[in-house]
C-alpha cells in the first residue's frame, strides 16, 4: 500500500509539473497572447471581428521531405465584415507545430510573386517577412470554418439594385503581408501571422491576374503597398508578452 501510496505520489509530482510548466494561447479583448514558443502579444483592432480558432491534426504529414510525421494546426481568424457581408480585411495568426522534426528557415518560401521579401525585427525578434498578392488566403479548414460562421449569421443585404440573403462574402483577390518565427524546442513551433485587405477595395486599375503577373506598374505598387502597410500597422500591434 506505501509503495503504491508512493508511485501514485510521483506521479503527481510529474503530472502536476508538467503542468506548471505547459502554456497558454487565447485571444481576449481582440488580443492574441502566446506565453511561451514564442512569447508574443498580438493586438488587432477592434474594428475587426473575432471569428473564432480552429484546432486541428494531421498524421502522415509531410515536412521538408520527411513523411509521416505528426503535425497541430492552430489559426485564430480576425475580420472586418461590411455592412453587405463582405469580408474585407481580416487577420490570420497560425501557430503550427510538428512532432518529432522541425520547421525550416524560409518559412514562406511556397508563396509565388512576392511584392517584398525580408526580415524585420520587431521586439528583438526576428521575423520572416513577406507581402504579395494573393487568392488562396485561407486553409480549407479555415475556409470551412469561415463559411460555417459566416452562414450563423445570414442577412439581407443589398447587391445593386437586388435583395439578396448570404453568409460572408469572400473576395477573389488579397494583398498579404506576412510575419513568421520558429520557436519552441528544436524550432518545432512555427508562429505566422497575416493581414489581408481586399486588393479590389485599394486599387481598382488593375486586375489580381495582372498584379500577379507583374503588369502593374512601379508608380502603382508602391502606392498601394505604401496604403496597405500604413492600415496594417494601424490594425495590428506586436507586443512581447512578459510576467
Known amino acids: 500500500m506505501m509503495k503504491w501510496f508512493v508511485i501514485s505520489a510521483a506521479c503527481f509530482v510529474v503530472f502536476t509539473g508538467c503542468s506548471a510548466i505547459t502554456f497558454e494561447r487565447k485571444v481576449e479583448n481582440n488580443t492574441f497572447t502566446s506565453m ?10 477592434p ?6 480558432q480552429i484546432n486541428s491534426s494531421s498524421h502522415h504529414q509531410s515536412v521538408h521531405g520527411t ?15 461590411g455592412d453587405d457581408n463582405v469580408l474585407r480585411k481580416g487577420v490570420i495568426i497560425r501557430v503550427d507545430k510538428i512532432s518529432k522534426s522541425y520547421w525550416d528557415t524560409d518559412m514562406f518560401a511556397d508563396v509565388k510573386n512576392k511584392l517584398v521579401s525580408d526580415y524585420e525585427d520587431i521586439n528583438t525578434d526576428r521575423y520572416e517577412h513577406f507581402l504579395a498578392v494573393r487568392s488562396d488566403i485561407f486553409s480549407k479548414d479555415e475556409m ?7 452562414m450563423k449569421n445570414v442577412r439581407p443585404v443589398m447587391r445593386g439594385d437586388k435583395l439578396a ?3 460572408f462574402v ?19 513551433t512555427r508562429l505566422s501571422m497575416y493581414y489581408f485587405e481586399d486588393l479590389m477595395d485599394m486599387d481598382d486599375s488593375f486586375s489580381c491576374r495582372e498584379w500577379i503577373k507583374g503588369e502593374a506598374t512601379p ?20 507586443t512581447k508578452y512578459r510576467k
Open 36 to 45: 511561451a514558443d514564442p512569447k508574443v502579444q498580438i493586438q488587432v483592432n
Open 47 to 52: 474594428q475587426f471581428r473575432y471569428i473564432g
Open 67 to 81: 513523411r509521416g510525421l505528426l503535425v497541430s494546426y492552430n489559426s485564430y481568424l480576425f475580420a472586418d465584415v
Open 144 to 150: 470551412d470554418y469561415v463559411i460555417k460562421e459566416g
Open 165 to 167: 440573403y448570404s453568409g
Open 170 to 188: 469572400i473576395p477573389k483577390c488579397f494583398l498579404v503581408e506576412a510575419f513568421g518565427t520558429r520557436a519552441g524546442a528544436g524550432n518545432d
Open 219 to 238: 508608380e502603382d505598387q508602391e502606392n498601394a503597398k505604401k496604403l496597405f502597410i500604413e492600415s496594417r500597422k494601424k490594425a495590428i500591434t506586436f
